[in-house]
């Protein structure tokens, strides 16, 4: 399992985290993040350093094989046994035992359950979708910058970014709305349950009027260091803090 870190994190701030191997050493970059159908993160995808210091390929590391180290990520093996992992491309999330190869190449297990098959898994195989319609793998780059709309139709923003909590799951969907080509837009965390999504068009679907997003409150990084700003979000759009025993 990922050795936590000490607070929650979000996608634009994971993207471009640097890797460090086991001796500490710089190895390259994470790129984008593989999330599963349940909401959590299974896959970092990373370009390591190849020879003479570039960034030649993308290879996917299992999320539990890796620990947070202040602003780093640290992998727990040799950059010479990363030059030869497995490559990735975003094509495999639809294709059969890329990552049961990645897995056991980093030495981990699925994410996604024990017992189960190595295969990426898709909902209603092994898990339950945190999202309506969300009913496979996706990276986060799919997902950030996706289109929001009401039943009616009504475009309440995009999604600017993700929330992860502590163990790598999505905690919230970072709406944004406003402003003028992203420059002094409003941002409001959503609880990602309230969204459901769909491929054709690609969108997010929120059941809530434009007035109820206004009235909402409003999103900062610095909300991460204050524990109460979760709580205050999720029962803002009428949800139950996953991470409570209430009813």
Not at 18 to 35: H, K, N
Not at 88 to 103: D, G, I, K, T, V
Not at 210 to 224: H, M, N, V, Y
Request: net charge negative; proline share 6%; with cysteine.
């Amino acid at each position: 399992m990922t050795r936590a870190s000490d607070r929650p994190q979000v996608f634009s701030d994971l993207k471009r985290a640097a890797v460090e191997d086991s001796q500490g050493v710089y190895v390259g970059r994470i790129t984008d993040l593989v999330i599963n159908p349940d909401g959590r993160i299974s896959f970092a995808v990373f370009t390591p350093l190849g020879a003479y210091g570039i960034n030649e390929r993308l290879v996917a590391i299992p999320f539990d094989a890796l620990s947070f180290k202040n602003k780093s990520l640290v992998v727990d093996t040799t950059s010479e046994k990363l030059v030869s992992a497995p490559v990735f491309s975003r094509s495999y999330l639809n294709a059969r035992n890329w990552a049961e190869e990645a897995n056991r190449y980093f030495g981990t297990r699925p994410s996604w359950g024990e017992g189960v098959s190595c295969e990426m898994p898709t909902a209603g195989a092994h898990q339950i979708s945190i999202t309506k319609g969300w009913n496979r793998p996706y990276t986060a780059s799919e997902i950030v910058g996706t289109q929001v709309k009401n039943p009616q139709g009504e475009v309440l923003g995009k999604i600017d970014d993700l929330v992860f909590d502590d163990e790598g799951q999505i905690s919230f969907a970072i709406l944004g709305y406003g402003g003028f080509l992203g420059i002094g837009q409003n941002l409001v965390a959503v609880p990602i349950t309230s969204l459901s999504y769909t491929e054709e068009p690609r969108q997010f679907l929120f059941d809530i009027t434009k007035e109820g997003i206004q009235s909402a409150p409003l999103f900062s990084k610095k909300a991460l260091d204050d524990p109460s700003w979760a709580d205050m979000s999720y029962r803002y759009f009428g949800q139950r803090p996953y991470w409570t025993n209430e009813k």
